[in-house]
């Protein structure tokens, strides 16, 4: 393969461990997070790891040490999410946690464009070597300066609670033992039957990831600024649609929002498929309206999910439940990556034409991906208290 390297077997293993690794240890620090209720000091904690195996990144040219870097990168991002999550749903009434996320996720994403095309800018003037190593050191330093802003979040958390607290203690002191917990508004079962259909879901979605650059590099052929310019517009639309999500859950419940998604996401696959038939030129610009409408759906599913999850969570248990249902999105991605690129690289080997096994598996996945999203979910939308 020209720009990846390597089989389409280690670009399944890879694709797949960058997922696994960020999410696997979720559960662990989300229990910690939620029996101190400290969630400011492991918020911090996090940060700090997270920035530190950044500037690692950016410091080192030893692939021992950048393997390292990696690993610890990934420990500070599995203790940052699952405990902010649970941060949001403690500091939010269930009517405004959409919302909360929806604005968090906004600055969230305005962070990745500006890293995606700061870092695709680096790395086309001063090569790939230097290049990438500033791109590192450039996201250890946004790190460090969200550090600072959660410093002063924990000072004012140590002097008094979140005004729109009723239930919930506040966020540095346990509570007492007899504080009222509250009850969750979708029940576990079905809780339990939106966490399996999303990791079914997850998995089936996850066999084209190895597919996606062997069809942008070896397909049509794009260069580096090509693909930056995929991924900024991406997260550009999703940027853009983000702030309507609340609205939407306002008058439709989040479930059903979340089974429209994955019903339109599973025909993103048909759009990859014709691809591989145009030009490289025309092939770029339907990847490029491929994100545009992408978006949508992605921007759905970025609020609705954690919605649901913090609705279903009581409240010792909130940032555990983030961790479980991320901690298993992972490990889905694991295997549904992974083996996909395993198989695909066995029958390219045996001669199979690339074009054809994209458009194949491509189409499978359509098929795969429509069928969960229809048939996956056993939940009772109309009994659930809309969000």
Same mark, same amino acid.
């Given at each position: 393969m020209r720009i990846i390297g390597g089989s389409v077997a280690a670009l399944g293993i890879l694709t797949a461990v960058a997922h696994v690794i960020p999410n696997i240890l979720q559960p662990t620090w989300g229990k910690a997070s939620d029996r101190s209720q400290k969630r400011v000091f492991w918020l911090v904690l996090g940060t700090v790891i997270l920035a530190i195996g950044l500037l690692l990144m950016a410091m080192t040219s030893s692939p $021992?040490?950048?393997?390292?870097?990696?690993?610890?990168?990934? /420990?500070?991002l599995s203790m940052v999410t699952p405990v902010w999550n649970g941060l949001v749903t403690d500091m939010y009434s269930e009517q405004h946690r959409a919302r909360? =996320?929806?604005? #968090?996720?906004? &600055?969230? #994403?305005?962070?990745?464009?500006?890293g995606s095309a700061t870092a695709g800018l680096i790395v086309s003037i001063q090569g790939q070597g230097e290049g990438f190593a500033?791109? =590192?050191a450039f996201a250890g330093i946004i790190n460090l300066i969200g550090?600072?802003?959660?410093?002063? %979040?924990?000072k004012t958390n140590r002097t008094k609670t979140v005004p729109v607290l009723t239930t919930s203690p506040p966020i540095i002191i346990p509570p007492s033992a007899d504080l009222h917990l509250e009850h969750p508004t979708i029940p576990d079962k079905d809780w339990k039957s939106y966490l399996h259909s999303q990791w079914m879901y997850i998995l089936v979605m996850s066999i084209i990831w190895p597919l996606v650059p062997l069809t942008m590099l070896d397909v049509?052929?794009?260069?580096?600024?090509? &693909?930056?310019?995929? /991924?900024?517009?991406?997260?550009?639309? !999703?940027? &853009?649609?983000?702030?309507h999500?609340? !609205?939407m859950l306002e008058? $439709?419940?989040?479930?059903?929002?979340?089974?429209? +998604?994955?019903? *339109?996401?599973?025909? &993103?696959?048909?759009? *990859? +498929? %014709?691809? $591989?038939?145009?030009?490289?030129q025309w092939g770029f610009w339907l990847m490029i309206l491929i994100q545009i409408v992408y978006g949508h759906p992605v921007a759905v599913m970025n609020i609705a999910a954690p919605t649901v999850v913090s609705s279903a969570s009581p409240q010792m248990e909130r940032a555990r439940r983030f961790g479980i249902h991320n901690a298993g999105i992972g490990i889905a991605a694991l295997i549904g990556s992974s083996s996909a690129g395993l198989v695909l690289d066995a029958v390219l080997k045996n001669g199979a034409s690339l074009t054809t096994i994209l458009v194949g598996v491509y189409l499978l996945s359509t098929l795969l991906r429509s069928t969960v999203a229809w048939f996956g979910f056993k939940v009772d939308e109309q009994s659930a208290v809309p969000s």
């Open positions: $021992t040490t950048m393997l390292w870097a990696v690993v610890i990168h990934a /420990v500070g909360a =996320f929806a604005r #968090l996720g906004q &600055i969230g #994403l305005i962070a990745n464009v500006v500033r791109g =590192f550090l600072l802003v959660l410093f002063q %979040l924990s049509l052929n794009l260069s580096t600024l090509h &693909i930056v310019v995929f /991924v900024v517009v991406g997260q550009l639309s !999703t940027l &853009i649609w983000q702030p999500v609340p !609205t008058k $439709t419940h989040a479930i059903t929002l979340i089974r429209r +998604a994955r019903l *339109y996401i599973s025909l &993103i696959p048909i759009a *990859y +498929a %014709l691809v $591989t038939f145009w030009p490289s």
